[in-house]
């Protein structure tokens, strides 16, 4: 279907983005495409994408079944995008799914039989008549599928689509996905930073370094490869792979999915231990921030978002709140930080009312929130000038680029980069403020595993300098390495509430893989190292 020979693309007055690529991919294929941030992986599969291509030069050219394809129909190619509202256009789910079909000048009667016939098959029919912003996260995005699956394309390409969905909804998408593959012969090409339930489905997969194609293979073959040519991508292997192939580099064809890893791991010397963890207040005995029987709701006549919530957070503490799309969380933050007011109960910061706090001490001396949008941040043309404009110090400003790899974007235009790019220059830019409490609502969305350990090595040096920090996240390998203690947000309420070993040691689900395999010799081991030092040599 595609073919693609030493196709290379640069924008005006730049690099080459892409260099010299060459691959072919089958009708029915199902291609995972992975790479650091900046590696091109975008730039790529806009390319392969008429309606979305980037302009700029490009040398040769990328076919579609012989055809040059900025030539193809555009409804061939279909496009789901990271950030689920971003594609969502209309105000009700059933116009949603006649939008494109309408563009397209399609007859009334055959539009509604595709959309029953789409909606039935997504099982969506339950939510048809629903406002699109009344849905959570994982059902505009499951809609954003079907909105594009109702025009019957050839290809499907995806960028990074379960990147802000929680767990549960990521698995429920990611089953669709292997639906569509399995059942309708679609040919698939999908981006993302959280490969580990999509490994299975994968029949192919390609990497991409600095705009080259470094691994182009089945998946079965891809892993050894990466773990060879990419040293730092083995961290977006599934637990399993990385633990059989820090103990067996040599190893043919490692395990992928859990039960693969258990089989193996029954072959193996395994030494029961222990993990645990403090869930550290740094010696400090009065907490920086109290919530006390806070309730909240959006209108008179809505339901309450919060019901009697309790919190408390420390000085030097890092605590990491997981749940559902829209069970609450990002208004939890906004609570805390005075941004709304509950009608029951109150948030208190060194014992006063944080709503009492003027706004420039609570924002600019107290706390800083880093948004799941983290473009709502910027408000200049570079990121040096939207940086300058927090703090004045152009050398503290150059020293801590260079620490966390964003030295190359500053004389960009915030808006020109990647998802995972923004919320690094997001989150260095509200640490210019120097806070005491600090607000992280998906502070790893769309980061590769390098970022990442630039991220959590700025979080342990901010716990060191008794910030407290409060995160809201859906990545459980994140926050199992960088958490002192973990909830979970349900119904209005923190539970379960406990030190990060014992929170994913007697879970089921919330969990992480690492846990579930190890669960029968370490269940308090929740990381792939404590895995491996599980294992005598």
């Given at each position: 279907?595609?073919?693609?020979?030493?196709?290379?693309?640069?924008?005006?007055?730049?690099?080459?983005?892409?260099?010299?690529?060459?691959?072919?991919?089958?009708?029915?294929?199902?291609?995972?495409?992975?790479?650091?941030?900046?590696?091109?992986?975008?730039?790529?599969?806009?390319?392969?994408?008429?309606?979305?291509?980037?302009?700029?030069?490009?040398?040769?050219?990328?076919?579609?079944?012989?055809?040059?394809?900025?030539?193809?129909?555009?409804?061939?190619?279909?496009?789901?995008?990271?950030?689920?509202?971003?594609?969502?256009?209309?105000?009700?789910?059933?116009?949603?799914?006649?939008?494109?079909?309408?563009?397209?000048?399609?007859?009334?009667?055959?539009?509604?039989?595709?959309?029953?016939?789409?909606?039935?098959?997504?099982?969506?029919?339950?939510?048809?008549?629903?406002?699109?912003?009344?849905?959570?996260?994982?059902?505009?995005?499951?809609?954003?599928?079907?909105?594009?699956?109702?025009?019957?394309?050839?290809?499907?390409?995806?960028?990074?689509?379960?990147?802000?969905?929680?767990?549960?909804?990521?698995?429920?998408?990611?089953?669709?996905?292997?639906?569509?593959?399995?059942?309708?012969?679609?040919?698939?090409?999908?981006?993302?930073?959280?490969?580990?339930?999509?490994?299975?489905?994968?029949?192919?997969?390609?990497?991409?370094?600095?705009?080259?194609?470094?691994?182009?293979?089945?998946?079965?073959?891809?892993?050894?490869?990466?773990?060879?040519?990419?040293?730092?991508?083995?961290?977006?292997?599934?637990?399993?792979?990385?633990?059989?192939?820090?103990?067996?580099?040599?190893?043919?064809?490692?395990?992928?999915?859990?039960?693969?890893?258990?089989?193996?791991?029954?072959?193996?010397?395994?030494?029961?231990?222990?993990?645990?963890?403090?869930?550290?207040?740094?010696?400090?005995?009065?907490?920086?921030?109290?919530?006390?029987?806070?309730?909240?709701?959006?209108?008179?006549?809505?339901?309450?978002?919060?019901?009697?919530?309790?919190?408390?957070?420390?000085?030097?503490?890092?605590?990491?709140?997981?749940?559902?799309?829209?069970?609450?969380?990002?208004?939890?933050?906004?609570?805390?930080?005075?941004?709304?007011?509950?009608?029951?109960?109150?948030?208190?910061?060194?014992?006063?009312?944080?709503?009492?706090?003027?706004?420039?001490?609570?924002?600019?001396?107290?706390i800083s929130i880093l948004p799941q949008d983290p473009t709502t941040l910027f408000v200049k043309n570079?990121i040096m000038a939207d940086l300058v404009l927090t703090n004045k110090d152009e050398q503290l400003i150059?020293?801590?680029?260079?620490?966390?790899?964003?030295?190359?974007?500053?004389?960009?235009?915030?808006?020109?980069?990647?998802?995972?790019?923004?919320?690094?220059?997001?989150?260095?830019?509200?640490?210019?403020?120097?806070?005491?409490?600090?607000?992280?609502?998906?502070?790893?969305?769309?980061?590769?595993?390098?970022?990442?350990?630039?991220?959590?090595?700025?979080?342990?040096?901010?716990?060191?300098?008794?910030?407290?920090?409060?995160?809201?996240?859906?990545?459980?390998?994140?926050?199992?390495?960088?958490?002192?203690?973990?909830?979970?947000?349900?119904?209005?309420?923190?539970?379960?509430?406990?030190?990060?070993?014992?929170?994913?040691?007697?879970?089921?689900?919330?969990?992480?893989?690492?846990?579930?395999?190890?669960?029968?010799?370490?269940?308090?081991?929740?990381?792939?190292?404590?895995?491996?030092?599980?294992?005598?040599?």
């Amino acid at each position: 279907m595609i073919n693609c020979q030493n196709y290379s693309f640069h924008y005006p007055n730049q690099p080459d983005v892409l260099h010299e690529l060459s691959f072919e991919l089958e009708r029915g294929s199902f291609t995972l495409l992975l790479g650091l941030n900046g590696s091109g992986k975008t730039t790529l599969i806009n390319q392969l994408t008429p309606t979305l291509a980037s302009h700029g030069n490009h040398e040769c050219q990328i076919l579609f079944e012989d055809q040059p394809i900025e030539e193809v129909a555009p409804e061939k190619i279909g496009f789901v995008m990271q950030n689920p509202d971003d594609q969502l256009v209309t105000d009700t789910v059933w116009h949603e799914l006649a939008f494109g079909l309408e563009n397209l000048g399609v007859e009334t009667s055959e539009i509604r039989q595709r959309i029953a016939e789409v909606a039935s098959f997504f099982g969506i029919q339950n939510w048809f008549d629903q406002d699109t912003n009344s849905l959570s996260g994982g059902q505009k995005q499951l809609l954003n599928l079907a909105s594009v699956m109702v025009l019957n394309p050839e290809l499907l390409i995806l960028d990074e689509p379960t990147a802000q969905l929680d767990p549960i909804a990521t698995d429920n998408f990611i089953q669709m996905l292997h639906k569509l593959h399995y059942e309708l012969g679609l040919t698939i090409i999908i981006t993302e930073h959280n490969i580990e339930k999509l490994l299975p489905y994968a029949t192919r997969v390609l990497a991409l370094e600095k705009g080259s194609l470094v691994v182009d293979d089945v998946t079965t073959k891809s892993l050894n490869q990466i773990w060879e040519k990419l040293p730092h991508l083995r961290g977006i292997l599934p637990a399993v792979t990385q633990v059989t192939l820090t103990k067996d580099e040599k190893m043919a064809n490692p395990p992928i999915q859990l039960a693969e890893g258990k089989k193996w791991l029954e072959e193996q010397k395994v030494v029961a231990k222990s993990f645990t963890d403090s869930g550290s207040r740094s010696g400090f005995e009065k907490p920086i921030l109290t919530a006390e029987r806070i309730w909240f709701r959006y209108t008179l006549e809505g339901i309450d978002q919060l019901k009697g919530l309790d919190f408390a957070l420390y000085p030097g503490q890092l605590t990491a709140l997981l749940g559902g799309n829209g069970s609450g969380k990002s208004t939890l933050l906004s609570l805390l930080a005075g941004l709304n007011t509950p009608y029951r109960g109150k948030v208190l910061v060194n014992e006063t009312a944080v709503a009492s706090i003027p706004a420039k001490e609570r924002f600019q001396e107290l706390i800083s929130i880093l948004p799941q949008d983290p473009t709502t941040l910027f408000v200049k043309n570079t990121i040096m000038a939207d940086l300058v404009l927090t703090n004045k110090d152009e050398q503290l400003i150059l020293t801590g680029a260079e620490s966390l790899g964003i030295t190359d974007l500053l004389d960009k235009n915030p808006l020109d980069l990647s998802g995972g790019q923004q919320q690094l220059v997001g989150l260095f830019k509200i640490l210019l403020l120097k806070p005491k409490i600090l607000f992280l609502d998906e502070p790893t969305k769309g980061l590769d595993q390098v970022a990442k350990q630039k991220v959590k090595e700025v979080l342990k040096a901010l716990q060191a300098q008794n910030v407290a920090i409060l995160m809201v996240t859906h990545d459980l390998d994140f926050a199992a390495e960088v958490a002192d203690q973990v909830g979970l947000f349900f119904n209005g309420e923190i539970t379960s509430l406990a030190p990060t070993h014992q929170f994913f040691g007697k879970n089921i689900f919330y969990t992480t893989q690492t846990n579930r395999l190890m669960q029968n010799y370490a269940p308090t081991a929740i990381t792939v190292a404590e895995a491996v030092a599980c294992l005598q040599k």
